[in-house]
């Protein structure tokens, strides 16, 4: 069986006058993976962050730790992250990572970049980076969007926390082609099994059409 690199990501979020924000960087152009794209910090498990075959979770947990303060020079406890999600990359592709996701509240200090993982940072709501997105004024992967959007409507840090700690997702996305894109279904979406999104009943995908993203949930 492949064998998934573990990595860690981290959101970083505050209160702003506009709704609660998420620092999102953009990252360096000279790296092989999501060149370019504006992505939340984060990066591989490394071998200083614990035995990934003893404890992945909490190894996992001290890497989003360390790569928050190597590329971002944010320093936060690692007892303050709130797991919430965890993305495999689907079989086919040229990198394949199994990536814990974790929020933390921003700390009181500046963003202090490494210039060899990214290129610009900004505080953003989730909506306006959504609408840039759609704008095509920055690029988002597929669980960056994915996040954003079921961060859409919340109006606090502490209401963010609460609606992404509310469950640990687990997403194994099946690639569907379509005419105009592709249907990435997820577990809980009635065509994942069959990997068939033309079949009814409940919905957990997101759409990637030339006409626009479309994330959807349904019971």
Same mark, same amino acid.
């Given at each position: ?55 992945? &979770?909490? +190894?996992?947990? /001290?890497?989003?730790? *360390? $790569?928050?303060? =190597?590329? %971002?020079? @944010?320093?936060? !406890? #690692? ?27 921003? &700390?009181? +200090?500046?963003? /202090?970049?490494?210039? *060899? $993982?990214?290129? =610009?940072? %900004?505080? @953003?709501?989730? !909506? #306006? ?32 926390? /609460? ?13 569907? !082609? ?42």
């Amino acid at each position: 069986m492949e064998r998934l690199r573990p990595a860690a990501t981290v959101l970083v979020l505050r209160d702003a006058a506009g709704g609660p924000e998420l620092l999102l960087l953009k990252r360096a152009q000279n790296l092989a993976f999501f060149a370019g794209a504006w992505v939340f910090p984060g990066g591989s498990v490394d071998p200083e962050d614990g035995d990934i075959e003893d404890d992945l &979770p909490s +190894a996992a947990c /001290r890497a989003a730790v *360390r $790569e928050l303060q =190597e590329e %971002a020079g @944010l320093v936060v !406890p #690692a007892e303050s992250l709130v797991g919430f999600a965890r993305w495999l990359t689907p079989p086919g592709q040229a990198r394949r990572f199994d990536t814990f996701y974790f929020a933390v509240a921003a &700390p009181q +200090a500046e963003v /202090r970049l490494d210039p *060899r $993982e990214a290129d =610009e940072f %900004a505080w @953003l709501t989730a !909506p #306006a980076a959504l609408a840039a997105r759609a704008r095509g004024e920055l690029a988002l992967p597929p669980p960056t969007f994915v996040t954003l959007t079921q961060l859409s409507e919340v109006r606090s840090a502490a209401e963010a926390f /609460r609606t992404l700690g509310s469950q640990t997702v687990q997403y194994v996305p099946r690639l569907c !082609p379509v005419a105009d894109g592709s249907v990435h279904l997820y577990a809980e979406d009635a065509g994942y099994a069959a990997g068939d999104p033309e079949i009814a009943g409940a919905r957990h995908r997101l759409s990637v059409r030339s006409a626009g993203w479309h994330y959807e949930r349904s019971g």
